[in-house]
């Protein structure tokens, strides 16, 4: 007889891409139960949605791949009562995710179409605690600092330590990919005080991170 979960693209995922690979935290393991992926993926890749890579998602973009959103969502350690800082909305996948676990997430994407769809997405999906912006997030969200938790999902040069110092709380959590290269490693900062301590949680490629503390257009 079959298994009913074996059946299920989304339960197959979870369980392949997240549980056995070591991704445990059962609240995040909800959330992303929760978010329908294919709603977040282009039409024409509808049936490639819970596979384990990043899938396109117009202008030279792609959502990550699950296990990478499993394990940053993971590292940043969400807490309920969390304003949530996000750089590179995208597809809105990420967003939704983070949605179901703090109270509020502002999420900053530089191109307008794919904020726009996200805007869309995110309501369909019931996310009322989103707050989304067009521009740079590299210059973060001044107004509403500071946050207890940054993620940026695209990749920086190197660790943006002013926009760090400047919106991130004490013993605030930031998770990103930074390196020179094709290549770069995902890092998890926490900052104490003045001090941004650094952790490499693996290594992960990322479209690039464009802006004042990331790349040149
Ligand atoms: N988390 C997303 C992944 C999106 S890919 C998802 O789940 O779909 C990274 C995104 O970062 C791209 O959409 C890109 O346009 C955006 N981006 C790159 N540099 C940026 C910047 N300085 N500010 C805001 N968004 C940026």
Redesign the pocket.
């Known amino acids: 007889m079959n298994d009913v979960q074996t059946d299920n693209p989304a339960e197959q995922m979870i369980r392949e891409q997240l549980l056995d690979r070591g991704i445990t935290d059962m609240r995040v393991i909800e959330a992303i139960r929760a978010v329908p992926r294919d709603l977040?993926v282009p039409a024409r890749q509808r049936e490639n949605a819970h596979s384990p890579r990043p899938l396109a998602?117009g202008?030279?973009?792609?959502?990550?791949e699950p296990y990478i959103?499993g394990l940053m969502t993971s590292a940043l350690r969400v807490l309920p009562e969390h304003r949530v800082l996000?750089?590179?909305?995208?597809?809105?996948?990420?967003?939704a995710v983070l949605a179901r676990l703090a109270k509020l997430v502002f999420t900053?994407?530089?191109?307008k179409p794919?904020l726009d769809q996200?805007f869309d997405r995110l309501h369909q999906t019931g996310c009322s605690n989103v707050k989304l912006r067009h521009?740079?997030?590299?210059?973060g969200w001044p107004e509403e600092i500071p946050f207890d938790r940054i993620?940026?999902?695209?990749a920086a040069p190197q660790v943006p330590a002013q926009l760090l110092l400047q919106q991130l709380s004490d013993g605030g959590i930031a998770i990103l990919p930074a390196g020179p290269g094709q290549q770069q490693s995902l890092i998890r900062v926490l900052r104490s005080g003045n001090k941004l301590e650094q952790d490499e949680l693996c290594l992960c490629r990322?479209?690039?991170?464009?802006?004042?503390?990331?790349?040149p257009e």
């Not at 202008?59 to 990550?64: A, E, L, P, V």
Request: cysteine-free; overall charge negative; glycine content about 18%.
């Open positions: 977040f998602i202008h030279g973009q792609t959502i990550s959103v996000e750089l590179g909305t995208g597809s809105g996948y990420q967003t900053i994407e530089r191109v794919l996200a521009g740079d997030g590299t210059l993620i940026i999902t695209a990322f479209v690039p991170l464009i802006g004042k503390e990331g790349w």
